[in-house]
């Protein structure tokens, strides 16, 4: 129970950050002709893995799935009134696996220099979150998660110049290429404030790695 009291202001943190994103994806970055290549939600979502890092470091593996089954659960429930069924399946299912997989990797490398594990554990998190979101949510090959539930095909398979050389690929394609680069930025950027929340954070108490 103290536990979970303990780790709660983080699994608060989690479901806003997660639902904030499933909203603002739906959204394309309409500046410096960025349309085509970034949604809203690439500035946001990063910050879900802080939090997980931020949780594993502290308290350990354990608390932190506890952190990303939280957040799942909670954001899948108000992205119902935020997002399309699609979106809340393509986040909710990106989410869990590529936070678990967070977790693992970081776990992995809890031991190296402390900024390895952040980085690292969120460079293999966001490939697989963005591979899994973008085509679950918007490839054509997904299409039935709409027309399931008497919905319009929402898939962004209409082909756009891909990053202004002329080759094109299909919308989605390009949307999650520039979002996959915008979290990496911003995963880099993280390790900043990672390491000052570190620095201040006092040691949890002992933690099962199971």
């Given at each position: 129970m103290n536990r979970l009291y303990a780790i709660w202001p983080f699994m608060a943190a989690m479901a806003l950050i997660v639902t904030a994103s499933n909203f603002l994806v739906q959204y394309p970055f309409?500046?410096?002709?960025?349309?085509?290549?970034?949604?809203?939600?690439?500035?946001?979502?990063?910050?879900?893995?802080?939090?997980?890092?931020?949780?594993?470091?502290?308290?350990g593996p354990i608390a932190a799935r506890r952190v990303v089954f939280s957040g799942f659960v909670l954001a899948a429930i108000l992205s119902i009134w935020l997002a399309s069924p699609r979106i809340a399946i393509a986040s909710g299912a990106a989410f869990l696996f590529a936070q678990l997989f967070d977790v693992a990797v970081f776990d992995r490398l809890?031991?190296?220099?402390?900024?390895?594990?952040?980085?690292?554990?969120?460079?293999?998190?966001?490939?697989?979150?963005?591979?899994?979101?973008?085509?679950?949510?918007?490839?054509?090959?997904?299409?039935?998660?709409?027309?399931?539930?008497?919905?319009?095909?929402?898939?962004?398979?209409f082909?756009?110049?891909?990053?202004?050389?002329?080759?094109?690929?299909?919308?989605?394609?390009?949307?999650?290429?520039?979002?996959?680069?915008?979290?990496?930025?911003?995963?880099?950027?993280?390790?900043?404030?990672?390491?000052?929340?570190?620095?201040t954070q006092r040691a949890g108490p002992a933690y099962d790695r199971g």
């Open positions: 309409q500046h410096f002709g960025l349309g085509d290549l970034l949604t809203w939600g690439a500035f946001t979502y990063p910050v879900a893995f802080l939090i997980n890092d931020l949780t594993n470091r502290r308290f809890r031991g190296n220099a402390w900024w390895h594990a952040p980085l690292i554990s969120t460079l293999f998190g966001s490939v697989l979150d963005t591979v899994l979101f973008f085509s679950l949510a918007f490839a054509a090959n997904f299409a039935f998660l709409d027309t399931a539930f008497g919905l319009e095909d929402g898939s962004l398979a082909p756009v110049s891909l990053f202004g050389t002329g080759i094109e690929a299909p919308l989605w394609l390009s949307l999650a290429l520039g979002d996959f680069a915008v979290k990496i930025l911003i995963g880099l950027a993280m390790l900043v404030p990672y390491g000052a929340l570190l620095a």
